[in-house]
């Protein structure tokens, strides 16, 4: 991913330059609007996103509607794989308030690539996160930071905003309906996303290295709110699914009916969909580690197989299109794979 690193070096100079420029007040700094957002996540994380002139509430909380494959957001194309502002939330609180769902599985992935898109998806369903108070907020009330402490805190809170900022400007302005051509678009905001934590990693270091061992004690610790989460949440993302592997090539392999020449391709197909899956959860942990930082690096690890499992379903699904006729590529475009579940 030479790439990214390319993109992040440019981006840190950018965010460095910001830093130096603003240092935020009090009130600036612990309520930070870039651009439409006011970002951040409170204790119970109930989160907006707005569609258009539509809003809908999303609850993390024991009330929440929840699947093995994460999030309801998460699922068709209304996704953090679509739109990577939405993957921030999940992600922030996977590092700072577990267990969080992880945004990204094998089933998303083929529900974001197969979902279909309204006539005004495009103009009307960028999101934008609703107003809540910021991380910073929270964690300034968890560790009570000194007063040499608070620029530190201050610019992990300005570069969470410059992140969040960035992400809302990758919001796609065309989402392709052919699934191989929507893969790549995802391959793109995966790395927008490993991008934005790249931005917040080093202030949260920074931040870290200042803190005593008590503050260190409670900035590792879940907030009380979450004490009470299963301690198996995180462990259950884990588990290997082949029969679903399985079920989404014979579903393909229904839609296309692949003939005689093109049942290579379509094999290479399904052994791309295991190889996917694998690569997930091998890069899925059963636990998460204890510090907020170490979290975010396994996430940007993470998000890294992620990455991988998508350029290799995207290969093999390019290289079978090529060989469908235009009537088996129709049918294959009609897959629904959200609809499957």
Not at 112 to 121: E, L, R, W
């Amino acid at each position: 991913m030479v790439r990214i690193m390319r993109k992040i070096g440019a981006l840190l100079a950018i965010a460095a330059l910001a830093a130096s420029l603003f240092v935020p007040t009090e009130s600036q700094a612990f309520g930070l609007r870039v651009g439409p957002f006011y970002f951040g996540i409170p204790s119970h994380w109930h989160r907006h996103w707005h569609r258009g002139h539509h809003a809908t509430e999303l609850r993390d909380d024991a009330t929440s509607s929840t699947s093995s494959t994460g999030p309801a957001q998460a699922r068709g194309l209304m996704s953090p794989l679509v739109y990577p502002v939405l993957a921030l939330p999940p992600i922030y609180g996977r590092i700072f308030s577990p267990p969080a769902p992880w945004p990204f599985s094998y089933e998303t992935i083929l529900q974001a690539a197969f979902a279909k898109a309204a006539a005004d998806q495009n103009a009307n369903s960028c999101p934008q996160l609703g107003n809540r108070p910021v991380i910073t907020d929270r964690i300034r009330s968890q560790i009570k930071p000194t007063r040499e402490q608070m620029p530190q805190l201050q610019r992990l809170g300005g570069a969470m905003g410059f992140a969040s900022g960035y992400l809302a400007k990758a919001c796609p302005t065309d989402i392709p309906q052919d699934p191989a051509a929507r893969l790549q678009l995802m391959e793109w905001q995966i790395e927008k996303i490993a991008e934005a934590l790249e931005l917040v990693r080093q202030p949260l270091q920074d931040f870290e290295q200042t803190l005593t061992d008590t503050q260190r004690a409670r900035f590792t610790a879940p907030p009380a709110t979450m004490a009470s989460a299963k301690s198996d949440a995180i462990a259950s993302e884990c588990v290997a699914a082949p029969t679903k592997v399985d079920n989404s090539v014979e579903q393909i392999s229904l839609s296309v009916e692949p003939t005689d020449t093109q049942r290579d391709a379509m094999n290479k197909l399904g052994q791309a969909f295991h190889n996917a899956a694998g690569e997930l959860d091998a890069n899925c942990p059963a636990s998460l580690p204890s510090d907020p930082l170490a979290r975010l690096e396994a996430s940007q690890s993470r998000l890294d197989a992620t990455w991988r499992a998508l350029v290799s379903i995207q290969a093999a699904l390019a290289n079978l299109e090529q060989k469908l006729t235009e009537e088996q590529r129709a049918r294959l475009n009609a897959t629904d794979f959200a609809a499957a579940q």
